[in-house]
């Protein structure tokens, strides 16, 4: 588990509230997982960096599927790990089996805002963005940066 608000486990009794109810203000990412499943302990860790890396602006929402099987059978999962991206109440992407984290964040880049980033160059910023794989946001710094002053090359 993490020690953030933006990552939980959810059963049948709170998964209207936790996911359904929460994807109106922000996307959640519902991943489906057991524990007998390895690719699923090998995803786990990559989404919940993720998830943090967003800083609030996606949420993952963890359901054991062994237990929650109301759940499991409500959106027809066939195989573990499967992972669906919840926006506006309605489930818009998604993917089953263990992904490469780039896949991921192109998943998710058209629908979850890129967290704000902190009071640093936005040059540098980029760069390092740039340097953990994440281009799209990389890119967005660069072109905000020459909305601002594009005098400046």
Request: aromatic letters at 8%; hydrophobic letters at 45%; one cysteine or more.
């Amino acid at each position: 588990m993490s020690d953030t608000p933006y990552i939980f486990d959810v059963t049948g009794a709170n998964f209207e509230q936790l996911v359904i109810e929460n994807s109106f203000h922000k996307p959640v990412l519902v991943d489906f997982w057991a524990d007998w499943c390895a690719p699923c302990k090998a995803l786990m860790p990559l989404l919940a960096q993720i998830a943090e890396s967003y800083q609030g602006e996606l949420l993952l929402a963890k359901v054991n599927c062994d237990v929650e099987q109301d759940i499991v059978m409500r959106f027809g999962i066939r195989s573990l790990p499967t992972v669906v991206l919840f926006k506006d109440g309605q489930p818009v992407d998604g993917f089953a089996g263990a992904q490469p984290e780039s896949q991921i964040r192109a998943l998710l880049e058209p629908h979850v805002k890129a967290p704000a980033l902190p009071d640093e160059d936005p040059l540098e910023v980029a760069q390092a963005l740039f340097a953990e794989g994440r281009i799209g946001d990389a890119e967005a710094t660069l072109k905000a940066l020459l909305a601002e002053n594009n005098d400046n090359p």
